[in-house]
């Protein structure tokens, strides 16, 4: 049993990043809003920190900050306190640090990431962290991620770029760490940096920051459409098998989820349904996430994709992201080729494609009466790309509608 003097009461919850990755549905809600099975991940962050001891917790903000001070408006509860330290020119999570310096104080403290989905006993971290008295613990895990760590036998981090990543003897950094207030000696006095740049400089001093392997923990990174379906995949599955990760998964979510689900539509593999979700009895869906307040049209088929708050999925959707169209930053090329469909962005959905070789990007556009595919392309880095556009003049069914990217 730790003494309840040694547990970290402060966290810092990393939310300010862009969500490149994540884009189109990131123009709409902010990573850390997003929601998984159900509930925004930083909730799920939020009550994991809670249940650590943490009783004030500091979020750091830049883009698309409302949807997260709307979220934490209407929280309730008191328990944990939460503030917010806004950054008008993203300053990295080392810059965060510098920035939050007021709030940290003089004991120890947790940062944690908010695109990410864990669950595990936090002890093995505290503990270590306790005993050896280093600059930091960091979570570390040897079989899952791009495992570019390297650990010594003693526990003590040598190397965070291994020249060989995910070989024998690597391991994952997973977003959750235990810093000592030191950490501000350590970090560039720059306007961006990494705490990554503040451990690099400790270690050529000779400091300790040290690596934590916990047992029966989950994690999944949500940094792409991609891994968000897949983390509800391997949620969905540990729920099943009383699994670490399993309660992520709240039993009353699953509930409201299944009577969201009208007889007659077929489902299969994974379906995650926020509210106020339209869904005829004719439609399939297959791992399939839907925010909240989407339409699907009769006879829709959506598989291995995610539909967008208000998105409406009129037919088949196979892999991708769709959102409305009117959730997206201003866009020429968007709106000039949606005008050339006679649309609005309102009465339009976007739907990321995969991505294709040639630095060339695909987006399908479709409306109640067309369709067409939005090819984003370089010819000045790539000129085999201009081919492009003579071909979507030529075959004009479905449109082809070409841009810079």
Not at 219 to 234: I, K, M
Not at 347 to 371: H, I, K, N, V, W
């Amino acid at each position: 049993m730790i003494s309840q003097s040694k547990v970290p009461d402060k966290a810092i919850l990393l939310a300010a990043g862009f969500g490149s990755r994540m884009v189109p549905l990131s123009h709409d809600l902010p990573k850390p809003m997003m929601p998984l099975w159900g509930i925004p991940v930083i909730e799920h962050v939020v009550n994991a920190m809670v249940f650590a001891g943490v009783r004030d917790i500091l979020i750091n903000l830049h883009h698309n900050p409302q949807p997260i001070l709307d979220w934490a408006l209407h929280r309730k509860g008191s328990c944990p306190r939460l503030q917010f330290s806004f950054e008008p020119v993203i300053a990295g999570t080392g810059g965060a640090l510098r920035k939050a310096s007021h709030f940290i104080g003089s004991k120890p403290f947790w940062m944690v990431n908010t695109d990410i989905a864990f669950a595990l006993d936090t002890a093995p971290l505290i503990e270590d962290f306790n005993k050896h008295q280093p600059l930091a613990t960091l979570w570390l895990d040897a079989t899952r991620g791009p495992r570019t760590v390297e650990r010594a036998a003693d526990g003590r981090i040598v190397n965070f770029s291994s020249p060989t990543p995910g070989a024998v003897g690597t391991y994952t950094f997973c977003g959750m760490q235990i810093l000592s207030p030191a950490i501000l000696d350590y970090l560039p006095d720059t306007p961006f940096s990494s705490v990554v740049d503040g451990y690099r400089r400790a270690l050529a001093q000779g400091i300790a920051v040290r690596g934590c392997c916990p047992d029966d923990t989950f994690w999944a990174d949500l940094g792409t459409p991609e891994r968000y379906l897949e983390a509800h995949r391997e949620i969905a599955d540990a729920n099943r098998r009383k699994r670490p990760g399993g309660s992520l998964l709240q039993a009353a979510e699953a509930r409201r989820m299944r009577r969201c689900i009208p007889a007659g539509v077929q489902t299969q593999g994974f379906v995650a349904i926020g509210h106020r979700v339209t869904l005829p009895p004719d439609v399939s869906l297959a791992n399939c996430i839907i925010w909240d307040d989407a339409d699907l049209q009769p006879g829709a088929r959506l598989a291995d994709s995610i539909a967008g708050r208000h998105t409406v999925v009129r037919a088949t959707q196979q892999g991708g992201a769709c959102v409305r169209a009117d959730s997206l930053p201003p866009d020429p090329v968007l709106i000039a080729a949606l005008r050339a469909m006679c649309a609005t962005p309102a009465a339009s959905t976007l739907t990321a494609l995969p991505a294709r070789g040639s630095d060339r990007r695909f987006e399908r556009l479709q409306t109640s009466r067309s369709s067409g595919i939005l090819i984003r392309y370089d010819d000045q880095k790539r000129p085999e790309n201009a081919r492009y556009a003579p071909l979507g003049r030529r075959y004009p069914r479905p449109a082809c509608h070409t841009g810079p990217a």
